[in-house]
T-cell receptor, first 111, second 116 residues
Framework: LAKTTQPISMDSYEGQEVNITCSHN???????ITWYQQFPSQGPRFIIQ???TKVTNEVASLFIPADRKSSTLSLPRVSLSDTAVYYC????????????FGTGTRLKVLA | NAGVTQTPKFQVLKTGQSMTLQCAQD?????MSWYRQDPGMGLRLIHY???????DQGEVPNGYNVSRSTTEDFPLRLLSAAPSQTSVYFC???????????????FGPGTRLTVT
């Protein structure tokens, strides 16, 4: 099954940029990389998705190098409300539609 | 649109009891899935479906059954509840399950299940 590896936790201060890197060495050629955010007692929520190079939306940027074996989620100027768990997700390289979440990164934003 | 709805929100079962967790979506999504999340842990895929009449196993399928008779509904059945199944269960759906582009998944609010 597809496996992703992320740092277990990170701390940051309000106003800083936060970069969370995910390793996905066996990503399938045609697969996308998706990041989700989860607050306590809620289901995950989509943040951003990309295939290669750089993708930016109103809340984050996603950087994907040419070999696509990793990706970096960038959160500009975080606030206390960005304290959450962040997951990167890729599909199973066998081509089935299993989406396996990794352990996620617990981000704590400090005042 | 109501999005993805799950019932019940909370449930307490005794060991050996069976029950069905309900999941419905009104977005005409093809792909639906069930995850469980133990306290302080990540999500683990139980079962998923790429369309009505088609289901498959995820990472941790033992002790659970699913069926997909309609596009809208994807119930999860616990056959004989065990304390190890105490968890929060999330249902999710997405529009496109086929082809190269896989849409984002929309998650329901979850069902908190306790088995004593």
């Amino acid at each position: 099954l597809a496996k992703t590896t992320q740092p277990i936790s990170m701390d940051s201060y309000e106003g800083q940029e936060v970069n969370i890197t995910c390793s996905h060495n066996n990503i399938a050629t045609n697969d996308y990389i998706t990041w989700y955010q989860q607050f306590p007692s809620q289901g995950p929520r989509f943040i951003i998705q990309g295939y290669k190079t750089k993708v930016t939306n109103e809340v984050a940027s996603l950087f994907i190098p040419a070999d696509r074996k990793s990706s970096t989620l960038s959160l500009p100027r975080v606030s206390l409300s960005d304290t959450a768990v962040y997951y990167c997700l890729v599909g199973d390289p066998s081509g089935t539609y299993k989406y396996i979440f990794g352990t996620g990164t617990r981000l704590k934003v400090l005042a | 649109n109501a999005g993805v709805t799950q019932t019940p929100k909370f449930q307490v079962l005794k060991t050996g009891q069976s029950m069905t967790l309900q999941c419905a979506q009104d977005m005409n999504h093809e792909y639906m899935s069930w995850y469980r999340q133990d306290p302080g842990m990540g999500l683990r895929l139980i079962h998923y479906s790429v369309g009505a009449g088609i289901t498959d196993q995820g990472e941790v399928p033992n002790g659970y059954n699913v069926s997909r008779s309609t596009t809208e509904d994807f119930p999860l059945r616990l056959l004989s509840a065990a304390p190890s199944q105490t968890s929060v269960y999330f249902c999710a759906s997405s529009y496109s399950s086929l082809g190269e582009y896989k849409d984002e998944q929309y998650f329901g609010p979850g069902t908190r299940l306790t088995v004593t």
